[in-house]
């Protein structure tokens, strides 16, 4: 089992509400990314990082944003939540270049 | 044009049937390459990775073709429980997932 964690799991939260979506890795890969994946949809890469206080925007516009300033752990936000971030965002991390990325359970959220 | 291009699918096969997928790539400077299982509302999961020299475990074979840019997966075989998305991931700067071809196996 991969050491990724992600939390909340599951979320429903009304318009305009700031939210943090969390992510947490004990394998201390420098890597970390986070994807967007609606149901039975490709993932799209919105935000990644090659380590601390490095970060950058992937190919999906994004409203979100995201930090690095510890190695294990990188939380993504929403300052104004909408119905159109329902989505599920699954984080993931990575060691050197050759080797495969663990994945987080992810986080379902729904913005009512 | 997208990074990472598969088959879009899906393959409906029986029991013991052999499938392959495909995969293209544009960016030539990409240095490692994956196979990953996706489950019905699952994360996705590392299925095997992909050497230049072609790698095989159990029933699946991966091959690399750099001076294509071209993956391939072929699966022998085939059991019910393979019945999954696929994805084809290549690795550079960052990790980019084609969008999937979804496979499933009928008795």
């Given at each position: 089992e991969a050491d990724i964690y992600q939390t909340p799991r599951y979320l429903v939260i009304g318009t305009g509400k700031k939210i943090t979506?969390?992510?947490s890795q004990t394998m201390g890969h420098d890597k970390m990314y986070w994807y967007q994946q609606d149901p039975g949809m490709e993932l799209h890469l919105i935000h990644y990082s090659y380590g601390v206080n490095s970060t950058e925007k992937g190919?999906?516009?994004?409203?979100s944003t995201v930090s690095r300033i510890r190695t294990e752990h990188f939380p993504l936000t929403l300052e104004s939540a909408r119905p159109s971030h329902t989505s599920q965002y699954l984080c993931a991390s990575s060691g050197r270049i050759s080797t495969?990325?663990?994945f987080g359970q992810g986080t379902r959220l729904t913005v009512v | 044009r997208k990074e990472v291009e598969q088959d879009p699918g899906?393959?409906?096969?029986?029991e013991g049937a052999t499938v392959a997928f495909n995969c293209t790539y544009s960016n030539s400077a990409s240095?490692?390459?994956f196979w990953y299982r996706q489950d019905c509302r699952k994360e996705p999961k590392l299925l095997?990775?992909?050497?230049?020299?072609g790698n095989e475990d159990g029933r699946f074979t991966a091959q690399l073709n750099r001076a294509s840019q071209y993956i391939s997966l072929l699966i022998r075989d085939s059991k019910l429980s393979d019945s999954a998305t696929y994805l084809c991931v290549v690795n550079w700067r960052d990790m980019r997932f084609g969008a999937g071809t979804r496979l499933t196996v009928k008795p």
């Open positions: 979506l969390e992510c190919d999906l516009s994004s409203e495969e990325a663990f | 899906p393959f409906n096969v029986p240095q490692s390459f095997m990775s992909v050497y230049s020299s």
